[in-house]
């Protein structure tokens, strides 16, 4: 059974008949479980408090809960569409008691993020005529390098043949790092003392055409002080990536830095104005109560999360999957302790 089934039996009352989970399935909740906590806890305890003082729904509930899912870094938008449902829900319902309008907010929240994931996938796109070519772009310090590695290590325990570009030749040992990360997963780097970063990914392409590599994964640099600047140059290395991939970038990822609250949603929205952005990654879930913003970029952006950092071990990029996430924020709501 599927964890949104899970979630709308908790509803219901009904015993859950458990299938067995496989011993990988067991890892991946446990990563979810883990990262998810400071925000589940954030979380909770907001919610917790707003039903606290619940007497009826009303418009001052309405204002309270409002207040309450804005705090919680779900965003705006989704914070309209919830209150909205919820409207219509408590007139066609009848609903009445605190933990009615709890269960029905928590069902909302599922059905919004089940309506779109057909639409939103989460896989990768492979360049079926040679090497996936992967940018990895986002402002300093959101986790691009660290998240290379990350995926570099997936990549190759699935038996790919993984080639790395260290292109982002501004920031004072960015080129290291990323080689520390290619030495310690095990894959190949190109590297460049010139401080051209086109000249770097131009190598790196050619290489990766030579030598039959199924994965480029482009490190970018990312100085937010100088936007114009930065966007030109990322407009240069998709350039020389067009010339001989067809189409450019098999992906464009754009890292945010989940710790950042609605910035990181600002960035996204900033990023997809002037590059074709494919798909985000928002790491640091684990450090952070703010990962309702994940929501926020759910209800105001069409653009898929792929990939979700839970931690800063090599094993610790997951692959987004919503029914975790959503599990992971609501759960000690839900579940009785
Ligand atoms: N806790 C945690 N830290 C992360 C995660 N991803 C990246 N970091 C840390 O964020 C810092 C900046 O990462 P870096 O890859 O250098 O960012 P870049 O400037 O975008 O390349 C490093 O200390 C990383 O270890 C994550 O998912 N969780
Ligand atoms: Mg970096």
């Known amino acids: 059974m599927g964890l949104f089934d899970r979630i709308k039996r908790a509803f219901t009352g009904e015993e859950v008949t458990e299938t067995p989970i496989s011993e990988e399935s067991k890892i991946v909740i446990e990563k979810y479980d883990k990262g998810m906590e400071k925000t589940r806890k954030s979380f909770s305890?907001?919610?917790?408090?707003?039903?606290?003082?619940?007497?009826e729904v009303d418009e001052d509930f309405f204002d309270d809960l409002e207040e309450t899912l804005i705090s919680a870094d779900v965003g705006f938008d989704m914070t309209?569409?919830?209150?909205?449902?919820?409207?219509?829900?408590v007139k066609m319902k009848n609903v009445r008691t605190g933990e009615q309008v709890k269960n029905v907010i928590i069902e909302k929240?599922?059905?919004i993020y089940?309506?779109?994931?057909?639409?939103?996938?989460?896989?990768?796109?492979?360049?079926?005529?040679g090497p996936t070519v992967i940018l990895f772009v986002g402002v300093n310090g959101v986790g691009k390098t660290t998240t290379i590695g990350k995926y570099a290590h997936k990549l190759k325990n699935e038996g790919k043949k993984v080639l790395l570009a260290a292109g982002d030749t501004f920031?004072?040992?960015a080129i290291e790092q990323l080689e520390v990360w290619a030495e310690r997963v095990g894959v190949d780097v190109v590297t460049s003392n010139s401080g051209d970063p086109a000249a770097v990914v131009f190598d790196a392409l050619k290489k990766s055409k030579e030598e039959n590599y199924d994965y480029l994964l482009v490190d970018t640099a990312g100085r937010l002080q100088n936007k114009v600047n930065l966007m030109k140059e990322l407009e240069k290395v998709n350039r020389i990536i067009a010339r001989e991939i067809p189409g450019?970038?098999?992906?464009?990822?754009?890292?945010?830095?989940?710790?950042?609250?609605q910035n990181a949603l600002i960035q996204a929205k900033q990023f997809k104005e002037t590059t074709n952005v494919t798909g985000l990654i928002l790491t640091k879930l684990d450090g952070t109560a703010k990962g309702g913003v994940i929501l926020a970029i759910r209800q105001e952006m069409d653009i898929p999360v792929k990939f979700v950092g839970l931690g800063e071990g090599m094993d610790d990029l997951q692959v987004f999957d919503p029914e975790q996430y959503i599990y992971g924020l609501v759960r000690d709501l839900i579940e009785k302790k």
């Open 171 to 173: 920031r004072a040992g």
């Open 80 to 89: 309209l569409a919830l209150s909205d449902v919820l409207r219509d829900e």
């Open 45 to 55: 305890e907001k919610m917790n408090e707003l039903f606290a003082g619940f007497r």
């Open 109 to 111: 929240m599922v059905e």
């Open 114 to 129: 089940e309506k779109g994931e057909s639409g939103l996938s989460t896989a990768i796109k492979e360049n079926p005529d």
């Open 248 to 261: 450019g970038a098999t992906e464009t990822l754009l890292v945010l830095d989940a710790t950042t609250g």
